[in-house]
């Protein structure tokens, strides 16, 4: 038992303190991998689709299109193509009214009767798209303006296969949610210089339309799966901080845990699936994937491990080990004040919250990617074929 006890915190401290200081040293030998883009004049810019899923949006759908509206591309290299997938709202009478308003760039819809997934919907629409780039962004997110034409000089390098935007909280964040993702940004740029973005931002990633592949229906996690395929096979994939996707409105608590639930669970099904990538023959590829994404898929089993293990030695062996399990007890009723009182209570107090919170969401959703009750956190139906009005601009142009 204290050898368990050992190995699991040598694993935790390994993790969120050595792991964090250890990569960004590492990453200081490779400053820059590669010159900053240069953009394209507008006359050698490749084709892009921006592909839009959408399900019960009426509340940033607006903003979003607008915001394609706004976008520094050529009209015509430029498709923009939003999904309602099965909308229950007004996210589709809110998206004609706002096309209506005469936005410059190709703007289509296609609606979905029923809500098929997100993964469903890449599947059935992006072999349509007859692009040289595709870009996949979020409803609830929005791009700073040149992020298209500044994703598009990277891919003038023939061994780029993805381009992965940064990401930022709205203003009205919590504290806790702002400082988790400025940590999650840091360590994303750290493993860019090291080896490769461990996966990208589901709220904007942009790849060569060539290389796309069909997804498994259970796939959970589109933007790390599919971007990590691509190094898995040997492409570049780049971070670049100066692409900004912005989330537009604050998730709730709930939605929040719900939603790092599902992440939990993508996170310990993508450790499996890209298992390949802890190759030792690639080396830095393999230390940032094991100390970062596969360790986190498995830290809620290693914090239960030592948290179990403290407590059979608390009740059979030397009172040292009830010390320990009351500090272990402290920590985890810490983190009570911190989510009930996540406005009011101290910053590192709220921090250390969200964290646990964390890693209970994720030890929950990966019992339930093991029981095989993933469905009971996200919906995943068959495949329906959309309608839409008018011409479509997604049939395959002639050669």
């Known amino acids: 038992m204290v050898a368990i006890i050992a190995?699991?915190?040598?694993?935790?401290?390994?993790?969120?303190?050595?792991?964090?200081?250890?990569?960004?040293?590492?990453?200081?030998?490779?400053?820059?991998?590669?010159?900053?883009?240069?953009m394209n004049p507008p006359a050698d810019l490749p084709t892009i689709g921006l592909l839009i899923p959408a399900?019960?949006?009426?509340?940033?759908?607006?903003?979003k299109l607008r915001n394609c509206a706004e976008l520094n591309y050529p009209r015509d290299a430029l498709t923009v193509v939003v999904a309602l997938d099965g909308c229950q709202d007004r996210s589709e009478q809110i998206a004609r009214a706002s096309i209506n308003e005469g936005y410059?760039?190709?703007?289509?819809?296609?609606?979905?009767?029923?809500?098929?997934?997100k993964i469903?919907?890449?599947?059935?629409?992006?072999?349509?798209?007859?692009?040289?780039?595709?870009?996949?962004?979020?409803a609830s997110s929005v791009l700073n303006s040149d992020a298209l034409r500044q994703a598009a000089a990277h891919f003038a390098d023939p061994r780029v296969g993805v381009v992965c935007a940064t990401y930022r909280?709205?203003?009205?964040?919590?504290?806790?949610?702002?400082?988790?993702?400025?940590?999650?940004?840091?360590?994303?740029?750290?493993?860019?210089?090291?080896?490769?973005?461990?996966?990208?931002?589901?709220?904007?990633?942009?790849?060569?339309?060539?290389?796309?592949?069909?997804?498994?229906?259970?796939?959970?996690?589109?933007?790390?799966?599919?971007?990590?395929?691509?190094?898995?096979a040997g492409w570049r994939a780049i971070y670049d901080p100066e692409i900004v996707a912005k989330e537009l409105e604050a998730t709730n608590s709930k939605q929040d845990f719900r939603r790092r639930i599902?992440?939990?669970?993508?996170?310990?099904?993508?450790?499996?699936?890209?298992?390949?990538?802890?190759d030792p023959r690639r080396p830095r590829l393999a230390f940032v994937f094991i100390s970062g994404k596969a360790l986190?898929?498995?830290?809620?089993?290693?914090?239960?491990?030592?948290?179990?293990?403290?407590?059979?030695?608390?009740?059979?062996?030397?009172?040292?080990?009830?010390?320990?399990?009351g500090v272990e007890l402290l920590g985890a009723a810490l983190a009570v004040p911190g989510a009930i009182f996540a406005t009011g209570a101290p910053k590192v107090l709220v921090s250390f919250s969200y964290w646990v919170q964390g890693y209970v969401a994720s030890g929950l959703g990966s019992l339930l990617l093991l029981s095989g009750r993933a469905g009971t956190v996200w919906r995943v139906s068959k495949l329906a074929r959309p309608k839409s009005s008018g011409p479509s601009p997604l049939s395959p142009k002639p050669e």
Request: aromatic content about 10%; overall charge neutral; hydrophobic content about 50%.
């Open 55 to 63: 399900h019960n949006e009426e509340r940033v759908i607006a903003n």
């Open 296 to 325: 986190r898929s498995l830290m809620a089993f290693v914090l239960l491990t030592m948290f179990c293990a403290t407590a059979w030695l608390a009740v059979f062996d030397a009172a040292i080990w009830r010390a320990v399990l």
């Open 262 to 278: 599902r992440i939990g669970a993508g996170n310990l099904q993508q450790t499996i699936l890209l298992r390949s990538l802890a």
């Open 120 to 138: 469903a919907v890449l599947n059935r629409l992006i072999p349509e798209l007859n692009v040289d780039l595709l870009a996949l962004s979020d």
């Open 7 to 38: 190995v699991c915190a040598t694993l935790v401290v390994y993790h969120h303190a050595v792991y964090p200081v250890l990569l960004k040293a590492v990453a200081r030998w490779f400053p820059q991998r590669s010159s900053p883009p240069t």
């Open 169 to 232: 909280m709205p203003d009205d964040a919590s504290p806790g949610e702002q400082a988790y993702w400025d940590y999650q940004v840091q360590i994303k740029s750290n493993e860019a210089l090291v080896a490769a973005p461990m996966g990208a931002h589901g709220a904007f990633y942009i790849f060569r339309r060539k290389l796309w592949q069909p997804l498994e229906q259970d796939v959970i996690n589109d933007d790390f799966v599919f971007p990590m395929r691509l190094v898995d």
């Open 104 to 117: 410059p760039q190709k703007i289509e819809l296609i609606r979905f009767d029923r809500n098929i997934g």
